[in-house]
């Protein structure tokens, strides 16, 4: 295998961890701590928005320390620190404790976006396919959570789910820093940098200014409706899905499947967007959020399960598409710091959507979400339809 390869491989594993780990604990929460704590999934859910608030806002700075200091060295701390965090986690006793860890668990994940996708994009030409690779790694971790949290919460407590993966990071750090220390880094730096076109090419400034104001605009919608739907799907289906999911481990596993193959919507929407008008892709794609989100109101059963993996595609679908135009429009030299902005607007909605699930799910139940959802779709819809029809950064 090539050292880029096993680069690429390392890259993709570390997405693959980060959104892992950010979701341990939604699905310990939903099928275990609400019993063992006493408290209700409402008052039990909001101890992890400080997490998600450090998962957005501490990607500006792990984005300008990548740029200034080293990408590499920046990656091997997110290994060993979010395994570490994830370790003592697993002591805490009460709502207050795993709030601390789980937001030192989120001030490590900030690193991944802005450092580890500028690396997966540098040198490219054509984004679309490679971020789908990756992020399809990322959606498997976001999948894996629940199958795995929730087999290890029935066959050794809740703790374990902690500690397990959180070792296994370690590990995966000591090995990526003892890759990046041989090889010749510099001339691998040298031919990417040499590769990587300064972007955008004959894009005026008020265009660039539009484009960027729907991608920080469609970033803070996505990111509540992603957010929503990835950390809520476990206690959806412990509630619509009880005749056909009994235990911890079926709901892990159903929510598996609904994310694993929702997972794959990434490589059809890169391939899509590296071969098309990236406009039109993406307003497909609000508006199938749209129509699912209002269709899964009132469902329960196998209907729900069906319809629960339609609307799971169309949002795993949306990621790498600001991804990609971010990529084009960012030089290589400020592209970290690009992604970290467009992250820290992400993440930091992706945190109001948690006060905002326990909220609506407390007074109304998941069916006012889906509606919420549904109509925040249809406002991501109407803001893609302010980039220009036309160009190379919009159209091939």
């Known amino acids: 295998m090539q050292r880029s390869h096993l680069r690429f491989l390392f890259l993709n594993v570390g997405h693959f961890i980060t959104h892992f780990f950010v979701l341990i604990f939604a699905t310990v929460a939903a099928l275990r701590l609400t ?89 490219r030409e054509k984004m679309g396919v490679p971020l789908a690779i990756n992020g399809i790694f990322g959606n498997m971790g976001v999948a894996s959570a629940a199958l795995v949290t929730g087999l290890l919460i029935d066959s050794s407590g809740w703790r374990s789910a902690f500690v397990i993966p959180g070792f296994t990071a370690i590990v995966l750090g000591m090995l990526y820093l003892a890759f990046e220390s041989t090889g010749d880094k510099q001339e691998w730096v040298e031919v990417a940098f040499a590769n990587d076109q300064v972007r955008p090419v004959g894009v005026s400034r008020n265009i660039l200014i539009r484009v960027f104001g729907v991608i920080f605009f469609t970033t803070a919608v ?57 406009r039109t892709v993406f307003a497909w794609v609000a508006i199938l959020q749209t129509l699912f989100f209002t269709v899964m109101i009132q469902l329960t059963g196998l209907p729900a399960l069906i319809v629960a993996i339609a609307f799971m595609f169309v949002v795993f679908g949306e990621i790498p598409i600001n991804d990609v ?31 905002m699930i326990a909220w609506i799910h407390g007074s109304w139940g998941f069916d006012a979400l889906f509606a919420v959802l549904a109509i925040l779709a249809l406002v991501i819809f109407i803001a893609v339809l302010f980039l220009p029809k036309n160009g190379r950064v919009f159209q091939i």
């Open 35 to 123: 019993t063992e704590w006493g408290m209700t999934y409402a008052e039990l859910i909001p101890y992890a928005t400080p997490a998600f608030v450090a998962f957005g806002l501490f990607a500006i700075p792990a984005g300008w320390l990548a740029d200034k200091w080293s990408r590499e060295g920046m990656m091997a701390i997110f290994f060993v620190g979010i395994g570490a965090s994830s370790v003592v986690s697993s002591f805490a006793s009460s709502p207050l404790e795993i709030s601390f860890c789980l937001t030192l668990i989120g001030l490590f994940a900030a690193i991944y976006h802005p450092v580890g996708l500028a690396m997966v994009v540098q040198g």
């Open 222 to 278: 996505g990111g509540i409706i992603f957010q929503s739907t990835t950390f809520s799907l476990p206690r959806v289906f412990d509630e619509r899905l009880s005749d056909i999911a009994g235990s911890a481990s079926l709901v892990g596993l159903y929510t598996f499947l609904v994310f694993a193959v929702a997972a794959f919507a990434q490589l059809v929407v890169g391939y899509l967007i590296d071969h098309g008008s990236i």
């Open 325 to 355: 135009l971010v990529g084009r429009m960012a030089s290589s030299e400020w592209r970290s710091r690009a992604y970290g902005i467009t992250y820290i607007i992400g993440f930091t909605m992706s945190a109001a959507a948690l006060p």
